[in-house]
T-cell receptor, first 116, second 118 residues
């Protein structure tokens, strides 16, 4: 079974609108971390936001927020006030366990296009 | 600029060649990673080094050989590759804050090496 599932291969959003990118995960661990990364066409993976499994509040970083629903095992990324520079691939990722070196799983990504 | 550099950015090599990819991090991190990114597939974690010790090797073929001489440098030595090894190879680093229930930290990635095997 896939550890990370991103069901939207491509998304379009109007500039200045909000968009939600879906992510569901599969783990039996109690301790895990969820991450979102952005990958522009240049190839570099840029860290956006992190949510720990024990965090009770949804993570926020500027225009990014993570809608964490633990019971549903979902960790959707919300981008508010989209900008043209937000056009990129977005990857959801999970790390199981507390240690560095534990397995890190990525989804297949969602391609976001922001329309002027 | 994320503090993780990779060289070369592009590499074309024949199946009989030997080459090396280099990664350097300037962030004071103590863990480094190699990933392979192929089209339409999730990122695949290849190797993990924590405090210079290899902690994960996800059944990677022996034609890929990692080397981590110190916590700032990571190499991936390549030999007798196959065309299906053509991909973007990404290096990342993170800081291990120790055990417990918290699952940060995030990884910081380099720009990648686009490898083409002919």
């Amino acid at each position: 079974a896939q550890k990370i599932t991103q069901t939207q291969p491509g998304m379009f959003v109007q500039e200045k609108e909000a968009v939600t990118l879906d992510c569901t995960y599969d783990t039996s661990d109690q301790s895990y971390g969820l991450f979102w990364y952005k990958q522009p066409s240049s190839g570099e993976m840029i860290f956006l936001i992190y949510q720990g499994s024990y965090d009770e509040q949804n993570a926020t970083e500027g225009r990014y927020s993570l809608n964490f629903q633990k019971a549903r095992k979902s960790a959707n990324l919300v981008i508010s006030a989209s900008q043209l520079g937000d056009s990129a691939m977005y990857f959801c990722a999970m790390r199981e366990g507390p240690r560095v070196g534990n397995q890190f799983y990525f989804g297949t990504g969602t391609s976001l296009t922001v329309i002027p | 600029e994320t503090g993780v550099t990779q060289t070369p950015r592009h590499l074309v090599m024949g199946m009989t060649n030997k080459k090396s990819l280099k990664c350097e991090q300037h962030l004071g991190h103590n863990a480094m990673y190699w990933y392979k990114q192929s089209a339409k597939k999730p990122l695949e974690l290849m190797f993990v080094y924590n405090f210079k010790e290899q902690t994960e090797n996800n059944s990677v073929p022996s034609r890929f050989s990692p080397e981590c001489p110190n916590s700032s440098h990571l190499f991936l030595h390549l030999h007798t590759l196959q065309p299906e090894d053509s991909a973007l190879y990404l290096c990342a680093s993170s800081h291990d804050r120790g055990g417990g229930g918290r699952n940060g930290p995030e990884q910081y990635f380099g720009p990648g090496t686009r490898l083409t095997v002919t």
